[in-house]
């Protein structure tokens, strides 16, 4: 049986009466889309997931319910095996009834979530009520079982070293099943510091989480444990085979599980989805952004009639065929949001391509709109889940404030970034005016640190970690006697990015200068010669444009530099063989690249 109210913000409250007790359920969006349940975990209700609903609302029917005995669902009595899997099961189906009761819903658990998760997800009686199951930080206890199992009767010192490790990351589990604890912790000073320490440890927003429940959250929820873990830890089932897809989201960074848990996953899931995350436990609070574009695209890709089919990627790749590309990048960039500057031609537009191969969320940005928006419509042809284009002047501080301030609130925070936005400036010094100065650094310099200081703050205060590429050039380290502007310009990057990298390695923010050489773009017919009539300089422009043409070097490959080492995180990258050439050069043979700059140089 459910009743039915309406909650506040649009949200549709209703209760789900269930074995004796109300679970309290929200739905968010229209009732007709497809249905996406999110199951909290421990001591969590279902308003951790808040974020991560809201970015979803738009697009499907967001169900969020408070397993029993937390949030402001009632509690079994007694609270002693009121909490088995067996019971969680028949919850999560008396749920699914009332809000789908046509149509299989999209299961997406955290934590204890996801431990339900695996059991709905593994039982013969769901069968056909679940479409897919996505998990996030939590396994299922009979696969854990096993893995403890496989390492302890074939013991070698990396399986022993696993066993330790994650040993002394379950510390807490043992010590939930003390009789009296979680009470005590319940009334004790450290819950009412929980937020801080959230806060402080996992980079939690302490805004409307965790909520007023969170006493009666740490009491009940440690049944589940109880309840459940040794149990199975004695006898593991061994027909926990899933019977849908499923996503594997593994943060790196958490403190409670070892990613070498799902080691052996692909036995238990054959339809596999693996994704990594630069993250730590609590990323339904922490990285909302990206877990919600994982989220999305797996269940589009899993709905009846979808051109996306789920493959069976394993660790090679994200393995949805039509939605994200598999191939080595995959599983890094799927779903990263990846910001590109001057991505209306080039090297920019490359790089975007190319992370929109990888299933990355893209923005491009650049001073030509109509060009940003182009590369964004094509972004989403190749492969990004989501593209969008944005007009900002690189060299403009304030505009570059806007942007980081719009691109956070729409988009998220910026995992990668790529400050590419460049000019061309030749010439002789003194034939080299003020003005031409000015602009050349307001764009190759000025563009560079206003990028690197907006974003790089976003990313720095989020505190999961990210990447910084700076598009820097060859001439960074060669001289040219008619390329003093823009090989001063290039320097200060390459020596920016360099300290770059020292400050921010200690807050998990790679730092990279992508150096290129003589790259085929259209760089050359936009290129000022100074000293030069207009008449003059366009010659020059045409000169300089069939010399790169003919050396035909092209951006793409610049672009897959970019991937590869925001992947390795280099941290100077020469990407064409002049340049890796000019780059040993400058270490070893400076006198002879000293010589070499008193020849004009092609452009």
């Given at each position: 049986?459910?009743?039915?109210?309406t909650?506040p913000?649009?949200?549709?409250?209703?209760?789900?009466?269930?074995?004796?007790?109300?679970?309290?359920?929200?739905?968010?969006?229209?009732?007709?889309?497809?249905?996406?349940?999110?199951l909290h975990?421990?001591?969590d209700?279902?308003?951790?997931?808040?974020?991560?609903?809201?970015?979803?609302?738009?697009?499907?029917?967001v169900?969020?319910?408070?397993?029993?005995?937390?949030?402001?669902?009632?509690a079994?009595?007694?609270?002693?095996g009121?909490?088995?899997l067996?019971?969680?099961?028949d919850?999560?189906?008396?749920?699914?009834?009332?809000?789908?009761?046509?149509?299989?819903?999209?299961l997406?658990?955290?934590?204890?979530?996801?431990?339900?998760?695996?059991?709905?997800?593994?039982?013969?009686?769901?069968?056909?009520?679940?479409?897919?199951?996505?998990s996030?930080?939590?396994?299922?206890?009979?696969?854990?079982?096993h893995?403890?199992?496989?390492?302890?009767?074939?013991?070698?010192?990396?399986?022993?070293?696993?066993?330790l490790?994650?040993?002394?990351?379950?510390?807490?589990?043992?010590?939930l099943?003390?009789?009296?604890l979680?009470?005590?912790?319940?009334?004790?000073p450290?819950?009412?510091?929980?937020?801080?320490?959230?806060?402080?440890?996992?980079?939690?927003?302490?805004?409307?989480?965790?909520t007023?429940?969170?006493?009666?959250d740490?009491?009940?929820?440690?049944?589940?444990?109880?309840?459940?873990?040794?149990?199975?830890?004695?006898?593991?089932?061994t027909?926990a085979?899933?019977?849908?897809?499923?996503?594997l989201?593994?943060p790196?960074?958490?403190?409670?599980?070892?990613?070498?848990?799902?080691d052996?996953l692909?036995?238990?899931?054959?339809?596999l989805v693996?994704?990594t995350?630069?993250?730590?436990?609590?990323?339904?609070?922490?990285?909302?952004?990206?877990?919600?574009?994982?989220?999305?695209?797996?269940?589009?890709?899993?709905?009846?009639?979808?051109?996306?089919?789920?493959?069976?990627?394993?660790?090679g790749?994200?393995?949805?065929?039509?939605?994200?590309?598999?191939?080595p990048?995959?599983?890094e960039?799927?779903g990263?949001?990846?910001?590109?500057?001057?991505?209306?031609?080039?090297?920019?537009?490359?790089?975007?391509?190319?992370?929109?191969?990888a299933?990355?969320?893209v923005?491009?940005?650049?001073?030509?709109?109509?060009?940003?928006?182009?590369t964004?419509e094509?972004?989403?042809?190749?492969?990004?889940?989501?593209?969008?284009?944005?007009?900002?002047?690189?060299?403009?501080?304030?505009?570059m404030?806007?942007?980081?301030?719009?691109?956070?609130?729409?988009y998220?925070?910026?995992d990668?970034?790529?400050?590419?936005?460049?000019?061309?400036?030749?010439?002789?010094?003194?034939?080299?005016?003020?003005?031409?100065?000015?602009?050349?650094?307001?764009?190759?310099?000025?563009?560079?640190i206003?990028?690197?200081?907006?974003?790089?703050?976003q990313?720095?205060?989020?505190?999961?970690?990210?990447?910084?590429?700076?598009?820097?050039?060859?001439a960074?380290?060669?001289?040219?006697?008619t390329?003093?502007?823009?090989?001063?310009?290039k320097?200060?990057?390459?020596m920016l990015?360099?300290?770059?990298?020292?400050?921010?390695?200690?807050?998990?923010?790679?730092?990279?200068?992508i150096?290129?050489?003589?790259?085929?773009?259209?760089?050359?017919?936009?290129?000022?010669?100074?000293?030069?009539?207009?008449?003059?300089?366009?010659?020059?422009?045409?000169k300089?444009?069939?010399?790169?043409?003919k050396?035909?070097?092209?951006?793409?490959?610049?672009?897959?530099?970019?991937?590869?080492?925001?992947?390795?995180?280099?941290a100077?990258?020469?990407?064409?063989?002049?340049a890796?050439?000019?780059?040993?050069?400058?270490?070893?043979?400076?006198?002879?690249?000293?010589?070499?700059a008193?020849?004009?140089?092609?452009?």
């Open positions: 049986m459910s009743g039915e109210s909650g913000a649009g949200a549709r409250e209703r209760w789900v009466r269930t074995g004796g007790i109300e679970l309290c359920v929200v739905e968010l969006g229209d009732a007709e889309r497809p249905t996406v349940m999110l975990g421990y001591p209700s279902k308003e951790v997931w808040s974020a991560v609903a809201e970015r979803l609302r738009d697009r499907f029917h169900v969020l319910y408070d397993v029993r005995g937390c949030g402001r669902s009632s079994p009595k007694p609270l002693r009121g909490f088995t067996e019971k969680l099961t919850d999560f189906l008396a749920v699914a009834d009332a809000v789908s009761p046509d149509a299989p819903v999209h997406v658990g955290h934590d204890w979530g996801s431990v339900q998760g695996w059991e709905f997800a593994t039982v013969p009686h769901t069968e056909g009520r679940i479409a897919s199951f996505t996030v930080s939590g396994p299922a206890l009979d696969h854990f079982a893995w403890i199992r496989k390492r302890a009767a074939r013991p070698t010192p990396r399986g022993a070293a696993q066993l490790g994650q040993g002394g990351r379950s510390w807490y589990v043992s010590a099943h003390a009789p009296g979680a009470k005590a912790l319940a009334r004790g450290a819950l009412k510091q929980w937020p801080k320490i959230l806060k402080r440890m996992e980079k939690v927003p302490g805004d409307t989480y965790p007023a429940s969170l006493p009666r740490v009491t009940h929820g440690a049944w589940l444990y109880r309840d459940n873990v040794r149990p199975r830890m004695r006898r593991p089932r027909d085979y899933a019977h849908v897809p499923v996503q989201i593994t790196t960074g958490d403190a409670f599980l070892s990613a070498r848990l799902y052996d692909d036995q238990w899931a054959p339809r693996r994704h995350l630069t993250a730590k436990h609590w990323v339904p609070r922490t990285r909302p952004d990206q877990l919600s574009a994982w989220i999305a695209e797996f269940v589009t890709a899993n709905e009846p009639g979808s051109t996306g089919a789920v493959g069976t990627a394993g660790h790749g994200a393995g949805v065929s039509g939605a994200v590309d598999s191939g990048y995959a599983q960039f799927g990263r949001l990846v910001l590109v500057t001057g991505a209306a031609s080039g090297i920019g537009r490359a790089t975007a391509f190319a992370f929109a191969e299933g990355a969320r923005v491009a940005v650049d001073r030509d709109a109509e060009g940003a928006a182009r964004a094509m972004a989403r042809l190749i492969g990004a889940p989501e593209a969008w284009g944005e007009y900002a002047d690189v060299s403009d501080e304030q505009a404030e806007k942007l980081a301030v719009k691109v956070a609130a729409e998220g925070v910026v990668v970034l790529v400050n590419n936005a460049g000019i061309g400036v030749a010439g002789s010094f003194l034939d080299t005016s003020p003005d031409d100065w000015r602009k050349v650094l307001d764009v190759n310099l000025w563009g560079v206003h990028g690197c200081r907006v974003f790089g703050r990313m720095a205060e989020r505190g999961q970690g990210g990447h910084i590429v700076n598009v820097a050039s060859a960074a380290f060669h001289p040219f006697k390329l003093t502007a823009y090989s001063t310009s320097a200060a990057v390459l990015s360099e300290s770059l990298r020292a400050e921010l390695a200690g807050r998990g923010i790679g730092v990279t200068a150096c290129p050489g003589l790259v085929n773009t259209g760089i050359t017919g936009t290129t000022r010669f100074a000293g030069l009539p207009e008449e003059a300089q366009q010659l020059r422009r045409d300089a444009s069939r010399l790169y043409a050396r035909n070097y092209p951006p793409e490959k610049v672009a897959e530099a970019v991937l590869r080492s925001v992947l390795r995180n280099q100077v990258v020469p990407v064409a063989p002049e890796h050439a000019v780059r040993v050069m400058s270490r070893f043979a400076p006198r002879l690249l000293r010589a070499i008193r020849i004009d140089p092609p452009l």
